[in-house]
């Protein structure tokens, strides 16, 4: 028994050890910690990249557990940087709070949470809508960037500093046809990005969003249920952004001198002049 409790010492003390060492090792690279949600497609993974390429270690969530595991060997080579995958549903709270409970101590001090994970479920008008793409949409959209700003916004007050960047869209700010809901959940983002603002002024912590018009990822695969010719005809005739645009976007907004706080980059693409003015050749 004495034995046996020596071990489970030596192993906590060891395990403290590496923590401790390793966040020694990252204040001496001058390295930070940000933690994307969504980073197994689109505007996440874009990101993911560009962080990794400026001294970014990662945590990055997703419900696609191998494409996480493809992008952590990816970074790993090309950017030398360090990732830790959280595989999990952002409309899960308990699975959210679980992740982040048991976190290891060396990936607590998140310096970035970008809240990218999303998505638009569906193109209908309000009285023709599904009742289960409406929730799926809210759960993740709305709920699940709560869930995860709770917990890691009190870890970013006890350190007093932080940046939390929240993915809006054009859809925060006008409402289209037959997509009341899903800009509904953006219009959320507006008032949640505004709200955090507030709160976390007093601490030190910056909240910025990023509000894009069309960008061509998943997005509109993911929104017509893998219909690609639905999805392909949006993009049609014009030159849509990508995600390489975003990630740009919010390397701007992270490098910043510390006194500057982004409140917003509303970005589309030159053909976009509104969700109703959209040019196509
Ligand atoms: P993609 O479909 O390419 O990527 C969406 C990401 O969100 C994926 O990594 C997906 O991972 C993740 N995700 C979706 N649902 C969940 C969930 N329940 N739990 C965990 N992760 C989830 O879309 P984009 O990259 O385009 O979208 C990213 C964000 O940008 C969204 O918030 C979207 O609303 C916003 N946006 C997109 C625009 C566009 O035109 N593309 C324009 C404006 C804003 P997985 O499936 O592996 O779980
Ligand atoms: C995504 C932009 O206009 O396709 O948020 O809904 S839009």
């Not at 969003?209 to 061509?216: E, F, R």
Request: hydrophobic share 45%; with cysteine; net charge positive.
């Amino acid at each position: 028994l004495i034995n046996w409790s020596k071990s489970i010492q030596t192993e906590y003390l060891s395990r403290r050890f590496a923590n401790f060492a390793i966040y020694k090792y990252r204040i001496l690279l001058m390295r930070k910690i940000a933690l994307i949600t969504g980073a197994t497609a689109g505007i996440g993974r874009a990101m993911a990249m560009k962080l990794a390429d400026n001294q970014y270690d990662l945590i990055l969530t997703g419900r696609r557990v191998e494409l996480l595991t493809q992008l952590k060997t990816e970074l790993g080579i090309k950017c030398k940087s360090d990732v830790h995958i959280l595989n999990l549903d952002m409309r899960d709270r308990k699975a959210v709070e679980s992740a982040l409970e048991n976190i290891p101590a060396a990936w607590r001090n998140i310096d970035l949470l970008v809240n990218n994970a999303g998505l638009a479920a569906g193109l209908a008008p309000l009285q023709n809508g599904d009742i289960d793409d409406w929730d799926q949409m809210i759960d993740t959209n709305i709920k699940g960037v709560l869930y995860i700003s709770k917990k890691v916004s009190q870890w970013m007050i006890e350190r007093k500093k932080g940046h939390i960047v929240n993915l809006s869209s054009i859809a925060g700010k006008e409402t289209y046809p037959a997509g009341a809901v899903y800009c509904a959940t953006k219009h959320a983002i507006e008032a949640i990005t505004q709200g955090m603002r507030i709160d976390l002024a007093p601490y030190g912590i910056k909240v910025s969003s990023i509000s894009p018009g069309m960008v061509n990822t998943e997005f509109s695969l993911v929104r017509f249920k893998g219909d690609q010719k639905k999805a392909d005809a949006v993009y049609e005739g014009l030159t849509p952004l990508s995600a390489e645009d975003i990630a740009e976007a919010l390397l701007f907004i992270v490098t910043r001198p510390p006194h500057v706080n982004i409140n917003d980059i509303y970005i589309t693409p030159l053909a976009q002049a509104g969700s109703a003015h959209v040019f196509r050749k």
